[in-house]
């Protein structure tokens, strides 16, 4: 390993997490995944790199995350791992402070008890709630609507208060909506159930799914369907690598927007993937979604002069690699295998 510097990438076996170590590696740095494979794939990891370590166990046993950090002289961790499904979390919401907030405070105690003071968080746009203005700036109001955007921002206000206690460096990484895969290298979006809507748009148009329900058509928005804000994967993922170059030796960045300051209406990405697909998405018009707020787009001014990043990727190049991927791996990943590589 000589000098290299290696990163904790933990929830790196999952859909965002996979596109985060496959560019670490291409960036030269040496990515350990720790990952409980509770809604992630193993398969992912091997094929984002395939000399990547990963680690089956929680982010929250301490003294597994001090053994990597030594092992494998860790420098910074960039945190994924979470549960992030917003309507399961009003039902459970035990599940996701246990899960979001009591696990990560656990990681972030191992990590500083070992020396790590660099981190990049995974956060997001459900921490701003219905935005009194958009675009949505970082220093706008936080008032989370749903426990998965309350742990989000409890998170958030444990790594300030760290910085200011002990010296952690951080950047809160508030993603909008994650979109896209790449067929080349096999990674792609596979969660069981799936609630984004381009797989689900995509499996319908494939007639892998039934028909579509869209929530709402009466939104005060052009068409009257809810504008959210895609952002592509692998445009996620340098962002990270960015995050973490800026941090080494640089100062603590906090939150920061990645989206790409265009919002799209649920029908403009219906017909972006009949366009990716070559075929219509079948669906029909159902009620409102409780919560859903007619538009959220990012301001992304802030991650342009605090990290130099800018989106590279539009919709329709997100909905045409997630279509290609589809096609490829038209059951996503094998099913879990259970073993662990390190
Ligand atoms: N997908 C999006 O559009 C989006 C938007 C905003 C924020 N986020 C956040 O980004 C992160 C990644 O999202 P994703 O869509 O890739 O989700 P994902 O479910 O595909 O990935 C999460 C990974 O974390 C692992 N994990 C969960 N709890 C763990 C624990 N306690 N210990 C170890 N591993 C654990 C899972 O097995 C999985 O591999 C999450 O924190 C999510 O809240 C995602």
């Known amino acids: ?15 965002i997490g996979s596109f985060v170590v496959r560019a670490c ?10 990952d409980d494979a509770s809604t992630g794939h193993l398969e992912a990891v091997r094929r984002a790199g395939s000399d990547v370590a990963a680690v089956r166990g929680h982010v929250g046993d301490q003294a597994l995350v001090r053994a990597l950090v030594t092992e ?7 945190h994924l791992a979470g549960s992030s499904r917003v309507g399961e979390s ?15 405070v656990g990681l972030l ?9 660099q981190f990049v968080f995974s956060s997001s746009a459900a921490v701003y709630g219905p935005p009194a203005q958009v675009p949505i700036v970082e220093d706008a109001a936080l008032r989370p609507i749903s426990p998965y955007g309350d742990t989000k921002m409890v998170l958030e206000r444990v790594l300030e208060r760290l910085h200011e206690a002990h010296g952690l460096r951080y950047a809160a990484l508030r993603y909008f909506n994650a979109a896209g895969a790449d067929p080349e ?29 869209v929530f709402g058509d009466d939104y005060p928005t052009p068409d009257g369907t809810c504008i959210r804000d895609y952002v592509d994967v692998r445009d996620v993922a340098t962002a990270h690598v960015a995050a973490l170059a800026a941090l080494e030796g640089g100062p603590s960045l906090g939150a920061i927007n990645l989206g790409t300051g265009r919002g799209h209406s649920v029908m403009e990405v219906l017909r972006a993937v009949t366009a990716g697909v070559g075929r219509p998405v079948p669906h029909s018009v159902g009620p409102r979604r409780a919560g859903d707020p007619p538009v959220l787009v ?3 001014e802030r991650a342009r002069t605090v990290l130099g990043w800018a989106p590279r990727y539009a919709l329709a190049d997100s909905v045409a690699a997630a279509a290609a991927w589809r096609r490829a791996w038209p059951r996503g990943y094998p099913a879990h295998t259970g073993a662990a590589e390190s």
């Open 1 to 15: 390993m000589g000098d290299a510097r290696a990163i904790l990438v933990t929830g790196g076996a999952g859909y």
């Open 25 to 34: 590696v291409r960036s030269g740095m040496p990515a350990v995944v720790l």
């Open 72 to 78: 494998h002289r860790i420098t910074a961790c960039v």
């Open 90 to 104: 009003t039902g459970n919401p035990l599940k996701y402070f246990q899960n979001n907030v009591a696990e990560g």
């Open 109 to 117: 105690e191992a990590l500083l008890g070992a020396g790590v003071r």
């Open 185 to 213: 290298s096999g990674l792609g979006e596979d969660h069981d159930p799936e609630t984004h809507l381009i797989p689900l748009a995509v499996d319908a148009a494939m007639g892998q799914r039934p028909p579509l329900t």
């Open 298 to 300: 990012a301001s992304g």
